[in-house]
């Protein structure tokens, strides 16, 4: 069965510091993983998405992701917060070559401090 | 850019009613999905379709719960016998044959009262 652990339900960075918003994943196959934004009272927004090309995935608004088989992880970084990028931000994963389900993390608010 | 619609966005019932969320996944797609968000809590998945039948559903998806696609453009998500607890936001999804990316709707916000 597949799994994913986000470590910090909250994380609060200050304007213009590193975001690191980590995510650990459990799967008996060959992974997809991805990120997704959640704006207030908004959908789920696809930030990036892993599907075994380059380890090391870039995504929109400057947020890139490295997928680590050995340490089972797919932590989410951006050199540089903005205001803009409070939301709340889901791990998740899915079997690959299949039709199937996605399954999230518990979810990552973050918090950028002025 | 195609994206995936959902009406209402919000919808409030009396416990016990039926109510019928509605979506339109991206026209080219094959795969749907339903995923539900308790407020405060993670997503989780209900149903996935293809080719006109369930291809997979979680526990949630108990015997109230229904999914068709009435035509070329909807899929539907139909509750029966609303409980309290099946408040939420309800997201549909769709994903292409050869994608393996799920392109979700905005939701529609159920409320149980």
């Known amino acids: 069965a597949q799994s994913v652990t986000q470590l910090g339900s909250h994380v609060s960075v200050s304007e213009g510091a590193l975001v690191l918003l980590r995510c650990n994943y459990s799967?008996?196959?060959?992974?997809?993983l991805f990120w997704y934004v959640q704006y207030p009272n908004q959908g789920l927004q696809l930030l990036l998405k892993?599907?075994?090309?380059?380890?090391l995935v870039k995504g929109i608004n400057g947020f890139e992701a490295e997928f680590k088989k050995s340490e089972t992880s797919f932590h989410l970084t951006k050199p540089s917060a903005h205001m803009s990028d409070a939301a709340e931000y889901f791990c998740?994963?899915?079997?690959?070559?299949?039709?199937?389900?996605?399954?999230f993390g518990k979810g990552t608010r973050l918090h950028i401090l002025p | 850019e195609p994206e995936v619609t959902q009406t209402p966005s919000h919808q409030v019932t009396q416990m016990g009613q039926e109510v019928i969320l509605r979506c339109v996944p991206i026209?080219?797609?094959?795969?749907f999905y339903w995923y539900r968000q308790i407020l405060g809590q993670k997503v989780e998945f209900l149903v996935s379709?293809?080719?006109?039948?369930?291809?997979?559903k979680s526990e949630i998806f108990d015997d109230r719960f229904s999914v068709e696609r009435p035509d070329g453009s909807n899929f539907t998500l139909k509750i029966r016998s609303t409980k309290l607890e099946d408040s939420a936001m309800y997201f549909c999804a769709s994903r292409g044959l050869a994608g393996e990316t799920q392109y979700f709707g905005p939701g529609t916000r159920l409320l149980v009262l």
């Open positions: 892993y599907t075994s090309a380059a380890t």
């Open positions: 799967s008996s196959v060959p992974p997809y």
């Open positions: 998740a994963v899915s079997e690959r070559n299949r039709d199937d389900k996605i399954i």
């Open positions: 026209s080219n797609h094959l795969y």
């Open positions: 379709f293809y080719n006109n039948e369930i291809s997979e």
